[in-house]
């Protein structure tokens, strides 16, 4: 599991390293479904592409590495590393802009077990819905993250994540 695990942070450092531009850092505190505290620590690279641009807003995104610390009893406790494309619609604003997003990406988690969920395997699916507000460099939002293995391996339990999330771009 140590080596999946170091495979994905090599893999989301080296694409970091590839992007030409500033990377913004995101810090989150939540629970999970089961009330399992969820501590997040990640970097994002905004795509530098837009579409259906209008003066509504535009269809945006971003990359997303993070590294997750499920803080449970001792049973329950559990570490993952994940990395996801998220499309987000930025609305239009002058000092505010409200967004919302989402995002299918995969993760890593240290082992199978988390509170009473069997995850089946460490290799996980992300779902991610979030919405929030974007202001002078900075980001506020709530994001609601689903991780599943999508019945490749049994049993499939999953897990769900609700955050509080704050981003600081440079």
């Given at each position: 599991m140590?080596?999946?695990?170091?495979?994905?942070?090599?893999?989301?450092?080296?694409?970091g390293?590839?992007c030409?531009q500033?990377?913004?850092f995101?810090?989150?505190v939540?629970q999970?479904?089961?009330?399992?505290?969820?501590?997040?620590?990640?970097?994002?690279?905004?795509?530098?592409?837009?579409?259906?641009?209008?003066?509504?807003?535009?269809?945006?995104?971003?990359?997303?590495?993070?590294?997750?610390?499920?803080?449970g009893?001792?049973?329950?406790?559990?570490?993952?590393?994940?990395?996801?494309?998220?499309?987000?619609?930025?609305f239009?604003?002058?000092?505010?802009?409200?967004?919302?997003?989402?995002?299918?990406?995969?993760?890593?988690?240290?082992n199978t077990?988390?509170e009473?969920?069997d995850?089946?395997?460490?290799?996980q699916?992300?779902?991610?819905?979030?919405?929030?507000?974007?202001?002078?460099?900075q980001?506020?939002?709530?994001?609601?993250?689903?991780y599943s293995?999508?019945?490749?391996?049994?049993?499939?339990?999953?897990?769900?994540?609700?955050?509080?999330?704050?981003?600081?771009?440079?």
């Amino acid at each position: 599991m140590k080596k999946i695990l170091s495979i994905a942070a090599g893999a989301a450092l080296s694409v970091g390293s590839l992007c030409a531009q500033a990377v913004d850092f995101t810090a989150a505190v939540g629970q999970s479904g089961d009330s399992t505290m969820v501590y997040r620590l990640g970097a994002q690279w905004n795509w530098e592409r837009s579409w259906l641009q209008s003066s509504v807003g535009r269809l945006t995104g971003y990359w997303d590495a993070g590294y997750t610390y499920w803080d449970g009893d001792k049973t329950s406790t559990n570490h993952s590393l994940s990395f996801a494309p998220v499309f987000v619609y930025e609305f239009a604003g002058q000092n505010v802009q409200p967004y919302i997003e989402a995002g299918i990406g995969v993760a890593a988690f240290a082992n199978t077990k988390l509170e009473d969920n069997d995850l089946g395997s460490s290799f996980q699916f992300e779902d991610r819905i979030g919405f929030g507000l974007r202001f002078s460099g900075q980001e506020v939002g709530i994001r609601a993250i689903h991780y599943s293995n999508a019945g490749i391996k049994k049993p499939n339990d999953g897990v769900e994540a609700y955050t509080l999330h704050y981003r600081l771009s440079f």
